[in-house]
């Protein structure tokens, strides 16, 4: 049984570096730690410098995504016992500009988010004194997978097209504008639609489908494009129709 | 130094953050609102509640009940008057949420369905799943995108709060990604910065609970009110802390010792019975669960484990089509993180640190007594949870409050000028203190030792149950602490992303939170709530009828005195569970 | 003061990798997606092969002739093999995507991934079947 797991982990410090570096550190390896612990126990004991995002350590609020072995994960989620022999190589999220070490940059990210309206759109208020919009159980199952986003950004990582085409709105975020279009009380889809299918929309999505493969909450944004896709195809259609919608 | 200025300034962008900032945008949309947090908001600790939030909407419940609940379930020593407008505000709180698109889970008719939840008589607790937290925050969040006028400040890290005029006028922060300090003036702040779990060693909290804005408050002049009242959340996973919903035990799961026994029936929490009764045994109030487990331990009936002792939480018998409709993300952490399916296996569980009820000092409508300064959520205590919260009355208060808040600090910046010189200059000073810091080389102390010493003593000290000569001992270690975290040295002395120089300031924001955790615990010589001394073990509504008040002393331990609790209709009775 | 995301938007000093341009080499799971794009070209193939073979016939016996002996070629032989396994890769790839973006619903429930993938396999070789048998018999 081993002691300890060797780790790799890109470092750049801008000020230093002009691009990043891997330095080797050698960890404890126990059984119940994960690859975010064996950060934990480096910057704590070997080298204060190393700079990383964390904060639940519970896979729900979405800040440690990093690449583990060439695939991303969220670092709080990936035994150590998983992830073979070792040395485990630890790099920051893939297709993002990186900020420093482990951190990347996810501006652009938040831009989109803001961009494809996700909130409640309504042609009419119901006052709050009216009680609650109903929604039945089968009505709330529509969306509810969608909704499970945490943002980790883990399917940026994972889809070639954003990495080839930055300017691609990307899954998350076209699976959280789904989620509001699904959403028996929003009135939305129409505004959403304007948005996404245009360039960068929902159509740059040629369906490689590694987003919902790498998606830690199973929210399935492949599948949450691709409905959209025929639901925005078959609003085309009918629009063509003499009496159709417009 | 850059300066920017705003008229309402949101510290902290979590529930009660977000929830204040749509207020202001809102109520005063000719006044500027900027949210500074120092994680993107989605990242909040909000995202990470589970089991519900509580507001009286069915019929069968009443205000007053919910009241009572509350104001019995904090042992009393909550303000009446703020729980009686809390319970009054939170259905349409929880109404408006709704509207804005929370996906509470319904019943087949389409209403919105409640559960029960520990030490509540009624049901009246909503739900999303077990993911109530994270439904919640991320609602609140893509609610504000849609307000053009909330400005925010993403991964900016405050350091101070400037004070002139004895006026709160704004904020000093480092932007994380690039090492520029800022000033902020603000003609109002909000702290909703959260609680500050992770200056004990075993907690729910996540990394970022320091205290950030609790210890801002307190080194501008704000008191710090019941800061001796810290909730042990009696279910968390034993090596991680990770959180086991209290909604477990209300969907009907059992607390048993390593007999198999349902232990809670010896401590005067009712009788065993198969399916789950209200404010009875597993739904009794959570600090009496936590006190329950440390009797077992002293008795030799709670099993040893790698990390510690722990009981088991048995949701076997509700079969698997319940535990994947109600509590699916509590399978789901157990699979991962134990590697137990509690579909057929017992979970094991420790009281674990989850709560702080203590805060910066408020009225009922957010105010400290710093002018300018306003505080809501967990970062505040009004004081709605008294000497122990109830669990789902913490969400609800993050919208209650943070609603409160922001629109008094609307109405206070409506009416203020812009910041003068004298704040500027207090800024330049703090930017100065930041650069030798971050430059400092020499140093003897490392930042993960201190820490370690500080769960030490906190959890020895300042845990479950507390001692007068044990707290002394931890007041006097938490001083040498607070001196070595001067000393301390860092490897890190880059301006990009420097994370080392943020641990290092949180770290001085909790040992300052502990000094007065610590002192409030020594002067209460009481037993009441999740406060409990084996020296003093009767409560004492004679002398200690009030919340304590920490204020902190140039060299020195915090000066505590004490403010009366408002009582309105409930006069102190007997806490009763189970009978 | 302006409204919007108060950050510094972009700093020279973050880094940029490049994308390399065989980053489809880079796992199974591209280069399966990259062969399945490039399957359609299969499709392309034997679509535009079933038009020349019916202008082929329109011209009359000896064009037809001509072109059935250019089909028996050893070039054509093997290039129809290739197209023909690609487009069998093509139409397995595609019927595993299908429940992805199908969602159909029975009554307020979603019918399960395994009935949607197995009725187009059904469907497939019934429809197979059929032709075999037509071509077969005669």
Not at chain 1, 65 to 87: H, I, R, W, Y
Not at chain 2, 16 to 26: D, F, H, Q, S
Request: glycine share 8%; net charge neutral; proline share 5%.
């Amino acid at each position: 049984m081993r002691q300890t797991v060797g780790v790799s982990v890109a470092r750049y410090r801008p000020e230093q570096e002009a691009e990043p570096v891997f330095q080797d550190y050698e960890v404890p390896f126990r059984k119940d730690w994960v690859v975010l612990d064996a950060l934990n126990y480096i910057k704590d004991r070997l080298d204060g410098s190393l700079s990383f995002r964390w904060s639940c350590r519970m896979g729900v609020c979405g800040s440690c995504g990093m690449m583990v072995n060439g695939q991303p994960k969220l670092t709080c989620a990936a035994f150590l016992s998983d992830q073979g022999e070792g040395p485990i190589r630890v790099e920051p999220l893939r297709f993002f500009p990186v900020i420093r070490d482990l951190v990347v940059d996810i501006t652009d990210f938040m831009r989109k988010l803001k961009k494809v309206k996700p909130w409640i759109v309504r042609e009419t208020e119901k006052p709050v004194a009216e009680g609650e919009y109903l929604q039945t159980p089968d009505q709330l199952d529509a969306y509810k997978q969608f909704s499970m986003c945490i943002n980790c950004l883990l399917c940026y990582s994972a889809c070639p097209i954003y990495g080839l085409e930055p300017t691609f709105v990307g899954p998350a975020a076209i699976a959280l504008a789904q989620r509001y279009n699904m959403d028996s009380r929003d009135q939305g889809a129409r505004e959403r639609l304007e948005i996404l299918s245009h360039k960068d929309g929902m159509w740059e999505c040629t369906f490689v489908g590694e987003c919902t493969k790498a998606c830690p909450k199973h929210v399935d944004p492949a599948g949450a494009i691709q409905q959209y896709k025929l639901a925005s195809a078959a609003h085309w259609f009918k629009t063509l129709l003499p009496l159709g919608s417009r | 130094m850059e300066i920017l200025s705003c008229d309402v300034l949101v510290v902290g962008g979590g529930g009660a953050g977000l929830r204040a900032a749509i207020a202001v945008a809102e109520g005063h949309p000719a006044l500027s609102v900027a949210v500074i947090s120092k994680v993107y908001p989605m990242r909040s600790h909000t995202v990470s509640a589970e089991g519900g939030a509580a507001a009286v909407i069915k019929p069968g419940d009443s205000l007053d009940a919910h009241a009572y609940d509350t104001i019995s379930g904090g042992d009393w020593l909550c303000d009446q008057d703020a729980v009686e407008a809390f319970v009054k505000e939170a259905p349409e709180e929880m109404l408006r949420i709704e509207h804005w698109g929370c996906p509470w889970s319904r019943e087949p008719d389409g209403h919105v369905a409640v559960r029960p939840f520990g030490g509540m008589k009624v049901q009246r607790t909503w739900f999303a799943a077990d993911k109530t937290g994270f439904h919640m925050l991320h609602t609140l969040f893509q609610t504000t995108l849609k307000y053009e006028g909330i400005r925010r400040f993403d991964e900016s890290f405050v350091t101070r709060l400037l004070v002139d005029e004895g006026r709160c006028q704004g904020v000093v922060a480092i932007e994380l990604a690039t090492g520029q300090i800022r000033a902020i003036t603000a003609k109002a702040v909000i702290v909703c910065t959260g609680g500050c779990g992770k200056i004990f060693p075993f907690t729910t909290n996540a990394n970022i609970k320091n205290g950030d804005g609790m210890a801002l408050a307190y080194r501008a002049g704000a008191p710090l009110k019941d800061m001796e009242f810290v909730q042990y959340h009696p279910t968390g996973l034993p090596f991680t802390g990770i959180l086991i919903t209290e909604a477990a035990r209300a969907e009907g799961g059992w607390l048993l010792n390593k007999d198999g026994y349902r232990y809670l029936q010896d401590y005067d929490l009712g009788k065993p019975e198969p399916k789950p009764v209200l404010r009875s045994m597993e739904l009794g109030p959570r600090d009496r669960l936590s006190q329950a487990f440390v009797k077992e331990q002293e008795k030799g009936r709670t099993m040893e484990g790698p990390y510690g002792n722990y009981v088991h939480l048995d949701v076997r018998h509700l079969g698997r089509k319940t535990i994947e409709k109600k509590i699916p993300f509590v399978r789901e952490l157990c699979l991962k993180y134990e590697n137990i399916d509690p579909v057929s296996e017992m979970i094991p569980v420790r009281p674990v640190v989850h709560y702080m009820m203590g805060g910066v000092s408020t009225d009922i409508d957010g105010a400290t007594p710093l002018a300018g300064l306003y505080a809501a959520g967990e970062a505040a205590c009004v004081s709605i949870n008294g000497a122990n919260r109830l669990g789902s009355n913490s969400l609800t208060e993050l919208l209650v409050f943070g609603a409160r808040a922001g629109k008094a600090a609307g109405v206070f910046a409506a009416a203020q000028r812009p910041a003068g010189p004298a704040v500027l200059a207090q800024a330049q000073d703090e930017g100065r203190r930041l650069e030798e810091r971050l430059g400092r080389t020499a140093g003897t102390e490392k930042i993960a030792t201190l820490r370690t010493e500080m769960h030490q003593t906190m959890e020895g000290s300042a845990g479950i149950y507390r001692t007068g000569a044990a707290l002394e001992g931890a007041a006097s270690k938490i001083e040498e602490l607070r001196l070595r975290c001067e000393a301390v040295s860092l490897d890190d002395h880059s301006r990009t992303f420097n994370t080392e120089l943020t641990s290092a300031l949180e770290l001085s924001y909790m040992l300052d939170l502990a000094a007065a955790i610590v002192q409030s615990a020594l002067q209460r010589k009481e037993s009441r709530g999740s406060h409990q001394r084996t020296d003093h073990p009767a409560r004492d509504d004679g002398k200690y009828l009030s919340h304590s008040l920490a204020y902190r002393t140039e060299d020195g331990p915090p000066r505590i005195e004490y403010l009366p609790v408002t009582i309105t209709r409930w006069p102190p009775a007997e806490r009763v569970y189970g009978r | 003061m302006s409204a919007g995301v108060g950050y510094t938007p972009y700093h020279p000093r973050w880094y940029r990798r490049r994308v390399s341009v065989w980053w489809w080499m880079e796992s199974r799971s591209y280069t399966g997606f990259v062969l399945r794009e490039i399957s359609s070209v299969a499709v392309a193939f034997f679509a535009v092969v079933l038009i020349a073979l019916l202008r082929a016939l329109a011209r009359g016996p000896e064009a037809y002739a001509r072109f059935a002996a250019a089909l028996a070629s050893p070039l054509m032989l093997a290039a129809s093999l290739v197209a023909f396994l690609f487009v069998l890769f093509h139409a397995v790839t595609w019927f595993h995507l299908a429940p992805t973006a199908m969602v159909v619903r029975v009554r307020g429930k979603r019918v399960p991934d395994a009935v949607i993938l197995s009725s187009n396999y059904l469907a497939w070789i019934v429809l197979t079947a059929a032709v075999a048998f037509i071509l077969l018999r005669g």
